[in-house]
């Protein structure tokens, strides 16, 4: 008897995972297909130009993703983002390196600079931004490379902090090179953090797109929305929304969670 309840209690618990995945699928679809009925309830009592239909939208949607000039604004804005967050990656991980090399520069950095970055308000980085460098690429960049760096910085420095002393010490027993330690033990202890780095620059980033461009760009999906709000296109203005949470999506499900896997192994 025992044996049999020993047995069959793996089976039990897979089939009791593989209904609440079900479920929690179940329940996340419908959550979805609840608010696009609740959107198509309330567009029928208001006016287009306020809140226009899932239709008119979706379609909207398809057509900034099969226009040749919407998508090279979709480009122009995807480069932009991926060019942020690799500055703001890299300038993250030097930023906290200091403070790991040069513990002097511990209260500089953490207890200076990082609080500054972190408070000053986005829309700020962006009036400078344009005061600075005008109407161009590098007005958007610098924009959102300022407001993404303590994002990077925390996790940086979290990550070092939480470094295992025990196998640097083990490095430092076996060479006296530094470049080998970092190369050989510090890197790899770093990938999942640098990957979480690099997945929450990312996500805010495809956030901060729009205002960064509503303010220092010709092109880009910010600047297709501001046009759609100067002709009162609100059909526009929530397909070009929707583009970024499309953009953010693919980028992160098909090329940050599959990185992510790869370095937690």
Known sequence: MTDVVTTSAPHATADGGVRHA?????????????????????????????????????????????????????????LRVIGSVVFATLIGAFLAGLTYYTP?????????????????????WAILGLIWFGVADLTVIFIQTAILIPFCLINFTQGLRELDTEIIEMGHSFTRSKRLIFLKLIVPLMLP??????????GVCWKIA???????????????????????????????????????AAGDTFVLRPLSRIVAR
């Open 22 to 78: 079900f479920l929690s699928r179940i329940l996340a679809d419908g959550l979805i297909a609840v608010v696009i009925a609740a959107w198509w309830l309330m567009s029928q009592r208001l006016p287009a130009i306020v809140l226009p239909g899932p239709w008119a939208v979706g379609k909207a949607l398809v057509d900034l993703f099969t226009d040749p000039d919407s998508l090279m604004h979709i480009a122009a804005t995807a």
């Open 104 to 124: 002097v520069l511990q209260d500089v950095i953490l207890k200076r600079i990082q609080p500054f970055l972190g408070a000053m308000p986005s829309l700020g």
């Open 193 to 202: 953090y640098t990957v979480a780095a690099l997945r929450l620059a990312y």
């Open 210 to 248: 729009l205002v960064s461009e509503l303010f220092g760009a010709e092109t880009g999906v910010g600047y297709v929305m501001l046009q759609a709000q100067i002709l009162s296109d609100a059909t526009t203005v929530i397909a070009t929304c929707l583009v970024i949470v499309v953009m953010f």
